[in-house]
């Protein structure tokens, strides 16, 4: 046969991704917030047994009781929690135990100011106020299948990623049996 029959090979001209991201399940998200949930009400509790004496504070679940004051104390703590923790690592004490990550949707750190976007409905604990949260995430799963966002991870433009806790490069760790 001549060269002048065959045809050339399809070239590909989407470019190669640089870094492949793992978006978290929500079963993972949603136990990792389940584990801050837990740590929150204990440290909530220690507050509560230092002031005993002197001021009464009511438990998160006791939103009828509390005063305004005490209401929004809860809330600024909470809303504090998540904030300087996803700002700081990118990562809350829950979302450390369960291997996830909120990045941007690059993959790039997220600042602390994208943290308190995407932490403000997780700062409404108190049983009226829940529903904020749990809004945030059923629209994003109902509305926006697939994309395992919640309306608020749309809004600051972050995502939630699998990580991994692997050895740094040029590292081998040996293990004797025991």
């Known amino acids: 046969m001549s060269d002048q029959l065959m045809t050339p090979d399809p070239v590909c001209t989407r470019p ?18 389940l584990i801050d949930l837990i740590i929150i009400i ?5 507050v509560i047994g230092i002031f005993a004496e002197i001021w009464k504070l009511p438990f998160l679940w006791e939103f009828r009781h509390g005063e305004l004051f ?4 809860e809330i600024l703590l909470i809303f504090l929690y998540w904030t300087i923790m996803e700002g700081f690592r990118g990562q809350s004490i829950g979302k450390m135990v369960m291997n996830v990550k909120v990045v941007n949707r690059d993959g790039s750190k997220i600042s602390y100011r994208t943290a308190a976007l995407e932490s403000l409905p997780k700062a409404f604990l108190s049983p009226p106020l829940i529903t904020i949260l749990i809004l945030d995430c059923l629209i994003g799963w109902l509305a926006m299948p697939g994309t395992k966002l919640r309306v608020f ?9 699998k990580t991994d806790y692997r050895e740094p490069d040029g590292i081998v760790y040996v293990k004797e049996k025991e």
Do not use: D, Q
Not at 42 to 46: E, G, Q, R, S
Not at 153 to 161: D, H, P, Q
């Open 16 to 33: 190669l991704p640089e870094k492949t991201l793992y978006l978290a399940k929500w079963s993972a998200r949603f136990w990792a917030w």
């Open 42 to 46: 204990l440290f909530w509790n220690i």
């Open 70 to 73: 005490v209401f929004g104390l």
């Open 153 to 161: 991870n749309r809004i600051s433009n972050t995502i939630v990623i």
